[in-house]
């Protein structure tokens, strides 16, 4: 599950060049985040919002196995009135279980409910206050799209190791170059090794960052 690999980071499916375009489309509205630390200040409501999640998560796994098949995530869609067809269904799950487990885990699952937040922002109505029925954990997904949208400094979709060093190297307030700690953090997110860090990537990374794991206890 979260210990597998993305495949690449450009887009190998219908479904990774739409989240690839939303993301674009979502970059040219700008963010509110201007520093790395802004984004660390908010991890800990982050995680507290993320693990809120966990109830969601264990409602739409049925069998109590620990994932959640593509039977339990259409009934997951169903409850939250997310509207999919079964193909697209099929295409998200297949994106988010990273080692073809045929199971969602937590993590996993959150990642792809943050996909699906993304994904559900162009057809959304302008006057809707919430795209999922879960407001407050779509802040929180918004948090994550804007602290990529941060990042990715050139709005091509993917963060490269150069926006990520800068991206540090501009909030060290000493003059000191702390380069050593962007590329360790660019290399957790880029798990293909290819030079840059697609939205999915990112946010496995986030969730590991803010102290998500799958065999965490309740």
Known sequence: ?????????????????QI????ISREAKGTSIK????????????????????????????DKNGAIDIKELKHCFEKLQL????????????????????????????????????????????????RMGIPDLEATFETLVESFVFLDTNKD?????????????????????DGQTALKRFEEMDWDKNGMVNFKEFLFAFTRWVGIEDDEED
């Open 1 to 17: 599950m979260a210990d597998g690999t993305p495949k690449t980071s450009l887009p190998t499916s219908k479904l990774e060049s």
């Open 20 to 23: 690839l375009e939303a993301i």
């Open 35 to 62: 520093s790395i630390n802004r984004i660390i200040l908010k991890f800990p409501k982050i995680d507290g919002s993320l693990r809120k999640c966990k109830v969601i998560f264990e409602q739409f796994d049925e």
């Open 83 to 130: 509207k999919f067809t079964n193909e697209e269904i099929k295409d998200i799950f297949e994106t988010c279980d990273l080692n073809d487990d045929m199971g969602i885990s937590f993590n996993e699952f959150i990642v792809l409910l943050c996909l699906v937040y993304l994904l559900k922002e162009d057809s959304a109505a302008a006057h809707d206050k919430s």
């Open 157 to 177: 979709g993917h963060v490269s190791k150069n926006e990520m060093i800068r991206a540090i190297e501009e909030t060290t307030t000493d003059g000191r170059s």
